[in-house]
């Protein structure tokens, strides 16, 4: 995923920008930026984090770099943000998003006299550089920003910083929130909501989808307005999201109580529960909501150990990234040993993790583990944002079970039936997970339970993972 923080300020924003980017480093792994416009011009960092923390690594910018102008962000995959030189003049840039057509841009780019890029990622171009590319283009910045609102297919929401002010817009259907806040001394922008509370600023507007505004000290002025339809990442909610944040008015912790709630109304089996867990960090909200509808006790049966491995500091390698993850959970064996258990993820995606997570409890002494995904099964993979690092839908355990049921030849009205959960192929697919992970019994949150949870009108929000409609 990723995530950006940007500021306009009258005094030296770099605080600012140090402390709300940092606010982002739930939202990636591997790369981290700020770039500042001040009296030495622009000045730049970049630095890996994915065996530090963000604070770690920028300490020493923290004390060099100085200025009134400045964008931040935390990035999954390419090193940003990047300076550019153009013919619009300098600037930097960071994106957040998914570009599906990037070797059709990039090939359109070199035929209208672009030579080379230079951003190379595991020898694919750095589509932040990409970006820019196409901006620099056109005859301004509000030209260039809307163009590439309209040719990327995917999702794309980014910051621009001039010598100005900051150009920030949104996705153009809003796939990703961009928010902006304000005190006395400028104007801030941001993924996260909660990212300026504690520095002083009060919100001040959501960007609608494909909005674009630019931002001064002085005021904030709307280049293109927002557009009507929108498809917010619905699973935004769900996982990604930090619970402090709101998005389209709607907090994250309160939507996972309520997903928690509707997964308890629909669990009317009259199976015995000692109590009710959730798989920190995310999952525990879910499973508060969960312990609230139905009035099992909820308990922490494992207790994540964050001091030295919190989340940002996660390889790319799936094997250490399970190895990591179990290292994390601390079992307390007085409250596993002998119990019967509901545990409560926020999804699953390849299932290795919840898998080992169970074995775990089994061996810790548990006498049956229930699992209620917080989300139904993910079937598609995302086309709009880098929520996974999964490389093919076929890492999906979703997808490996179809396969041994149907084979390989797949029709997309089959995979829509799978997508059911009132169809007999769906049932036989929770089951085939159900005895493969090990679980006493399995059920997922249904769609309609879900969107009821988030509370936007459904067209308002992307499911695609889930059903497949875009």
Known sequence: MGGFFGAV?????????????????????????????????????????????????????????????????????????????????????????????????????????????????????????????????????EEGIRYVQEKIDGSMSLLLLTDRGIYAARDRVGRTPVVLGKKDTGYCVAFESFSYLNLGYTDYKELGPGEIVFMTPDGVETIAPPRKQMKICSFLWVYYGYPTSTYEGIN????????????????????????????????TPHAVGYANKSGIPFSRPFIKYTPTWPRSFMPTSQNQRSLIAKMKLIPVHSLIQDKSLLLIDDSIVRGTQLRETTEFLYQSGAREVHIRPACPPLIYGCKFLNFSRSSSEMDLITRRVIRELEGDDVSPEKLEEYADPDSKCYCQMVEEIRKKMNFTSLKFHRLDDLIESIGLDPCQLCTYCWNGKE
Request: proline letters at 3%; aromatic letters at 8%.
């Open 9 to 141: 300020s009258k005094e030296n924003c770099v605080p600012d920008i140090f402390f709300g980017t940092d606010y982002h480093s739930h939202l990636g792994t591997r790369r981290a930026g700020m770039a500042i416009y001040g009296e030495q011009g622009f000045e730049r960092a970049i630095h890996n984090i994915e065996n530090s923390p963000f604070r770690t690594k920028f300490e020493k910018d923290f004390d060099e770099l100085n200025g009134h102008l400045g964008i931040g962000c935390i990035s999954d995959f390419d090193p940003q943000p990047l300076l550019v030189n153009s013919h619009l003049g300098s600037f930097a840039i960071t994106t957040i998003g998914k570009i599906n057509n990037a070797e059709e841009l990039i090939r359109d780019c070199f035929d209208n006299g672009c030579t080379h890029f230079m951003g190379m990622s595991h020898g694919n171009t750095n589509h932040t550089e990409l970006v820019a590319a196409l901006i620099s283009r056109h005859k301004s910045f």
């Open 252 to 283: 994250v912790e309160e939507m996972r109580y309520k997903c928690g709630a509707m997964l308890a109304k629909r669990d009317q089996e009259g199976i015995h529960i000692d109590s009710v867990a959730g798989v920190p960090d995310s999952g």
